[in-house]
C-alpha cells in the first residue's frame, strides 16, 4: 500500500459527564482524526489520544499536530508499505512523540486490515469474539456521589470497577467503597499523584482486596515502583510509566509492577502495543486495556487490541453510551453485561459516520504528495 494523501481533523465533543483524576478535570474531549487514503481509495482512521493539555504525559493535541505535519506525514505519503509493523520504522529517528506516531500507525493497519480483506482484530492475532470490560470513574463531588455512581456501574455489568484516587481521596473512600461492595473486582488509578514518602499510606490500600493500584508513583519512574511493589502485596499496575516495550522489559526485571495497562498511543502504536502483550505474555504478568476517553475511532483499535491472548484483564472499554450522546461511528460500541461483541467485518469493524464528524470538527487540513 502507499498512503497518497491525508485529512486531519481538531474535533471537539461534550462529555456526558465530568471526568475528574488526581490531575484535573475533563468537561470536553479534544483531539484529531487522521484519515489516510492509499493508492486505490482506500481510507483507514486513526485517532490521537494526546489531550488538549499535558497533564497526562508531555503530548498535547498541538504538538502532535506539529509532529504529525512537519515531520511524519512527510515520512509516510507515497512510501511502499507492505506491513503496518513497516511505520515504526520509518519513525525511528524521531524520538518519543508516541501518541503523534501511533494516530498515523492506527490508520495504516485500519487500511491493511480492510487489504487483506479481515478484521482488525484478527490481523492482530487476536482470537477472542467477544471481551471484558471495566470501567474507569472519576473522582466524584461527595463520598455519597462515589458509591452511587459505583453502584449504577455494578448495575449496568461492568466486570471491573476502577477509581481515582488523590491525596485526602484514598483510603477511607476504598474503605467505603469495599463495605458497599465487598465482592466486586475493583482497582485504583492514582496517576502518579504519590511518592514513596507515602508508602505507609498506600500500604494500609492491601486490606482492600484490589485487584491493582494503578500508577502510584512518578510517571517517569520505575524505580521507586519496585521498592514500593516489595512492601506491598496488591499488585503494582504501570500505566504512565511504560513506553515501549525495552520499559516493560526493564520494569518486570525490576520487580516494579505485577500488571501493565497497555494504551496504544502511549506506546506509539499497535506495532509496539503488540510487542508489549508477547513480553508480558512471556513473562507471566497479565494486561489489560487502558482508555484515554477516546472516541469511537480510538475504541475500535482498542478493543481489537483486546482481543489478543494476555489481555486477560476487563479494559477501560466501556461503550460509546457511557462516553457521549452520540458517538461517530455506526454502530456505536455496545456493552451488555459487561460484554462487547468484537465486530467481524473488515477494517476496524465500525462504519465512520461523517455526518457526526462534520458536526464536532473544528479545523480540517488536508496533506498530499
Ligand atoms: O474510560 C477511559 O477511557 C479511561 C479513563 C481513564 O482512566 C483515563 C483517561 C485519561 C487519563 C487518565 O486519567 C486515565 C488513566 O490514567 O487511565
Ligand atoms: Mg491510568
Redesign the pocket.
Known amino acids: 500500500m502507499k498512503i497518497i494523501a491525508i485529512t486531519i481533523r481538531h474535533l471537539k465533543m461534550k462529555l456526558k459527564q465530568p ?1 475528574t ?1 488526581s490531575f484535573g478535570t475533563f468537561v470536553h474531549k479534544e483531539f484529531l482524526l487522521l484519515e489516510a487514503k492509499d493508492e486505490s481509495g482506500i481510507v483507514g482512521w486513526g485517532e490521537s489520544v494526546a489531550f488538549d493539555s499535558p497533564w ?1 504525559n508531555e503530548e498535547t493535541l498541538k504538538t502532535t499536530w506539529h509532529m504529525l505535519e512537519d515531520f511524519l506525514i512527510p515520512l509516510i505519503l507515497n512510501k511502499q508499505i507492505s506491513h503496518p509493523d513497516e511505520v515504526s520504522k520509518l519513525f525511528k529517528n524521531i524520538r518519543k512523540n508516541n501518541m503523534a506516531k501511533s494516530t498515523i500507525e492506527g490508520a495504516v493497519w485500519d487500511i491493511y486490515s480492510q487489504i487483506t480483506n479481515q478484521s482488525l482484530a484478527h490481523a492482530l492475532g487476536g482470537k477472542k469474539d467477544k471481551i471484558e470490560v471495566g ?2 470513574i472519576g473522582i466524584q463531588k461527595s463520598l455519597d456521589e462515589q458509591m452511587s455512581v459505583v453502584e449504577k456501574a455494578i448495575q449496568d455489568g461492568y466486570k471491573r470497577i ?1 477509581v ?1 484516587i488523590k491525596p485526602g481521596w484514598d483510603v477511607e473512600v476504598i474503605r467505603e467503597l469495599r463495605k458497599n461492595f465487598p465482592e466486586t473486582p475493583m482497582m485504583a ?1 492514582a ?1 502518579s499523584a504519590y511518592t514513596l514518602q507515602d508508602a505507609e499510606l498506600l500500604k494500609q490500600l492491601d486490606e482492600f482486596n484490589l485487584t491493582m493500584i ?2 502510584p508513583l512518578a510517571s517517569d519512574d520505575i524505580i521507586d515502583h519496585a521498592v514500593l511493589q516489595k512492601q506491598m502485596n496488591t499488585p503494582i499496575c504501570l ?1 504512565e510509566s511504560i513506553h515501549s516495550v525495552e520499559d516493560a522489559r526493564k520494569a518486570i526485571e525490576l520487580g516494579s509492577c505485577g500488571v501493565i ?1 497497555i494504551k496504544i498511543g502511549r506506546v506509539g502504536g499497535i506495532t509496539e502495543a503488540k510487542k508489549i502483550h508477547d513480553l508480558c505474555e512471556e513473562k507471566g504478568i497479565p494486561v489489560w486495556c ?5 472516541s469511537g475511532i480510538g475504541r475500535a483499535h482498542n478493543i481489537a487490541l483486546t482481543t489478543l491472548s494476555n489481555f486477560v484483564l476487563p479494559g ?1 472499554t ?1 461503550g460509546s453510551n457511557h462516553y457521549w450522546e452520540e458517538d461517530i461511528i455506526l454502530p456505536e460500541v455496545i456493552t451488555e453485561n459487561g460484554y462487547i461483541t468484537v465486530p467481524q467485518v473488515s477494517g476496524i469493524g465500525y462504519k465512520v459516520n461523517l455526518e457526526a464528524i462534520d458536526k464536532y470538527t473544528m479545523a480540517t487540513k488536508y496533506y498530499h504528495s
Open positions: 471526568f483524576t497526562y470501567i474507569s476502577k481515582k488509578d496517576n494503578e500508577q500505566d495497562n487502558g482508555g484515554m476517553l477516546e477501560d466501556a
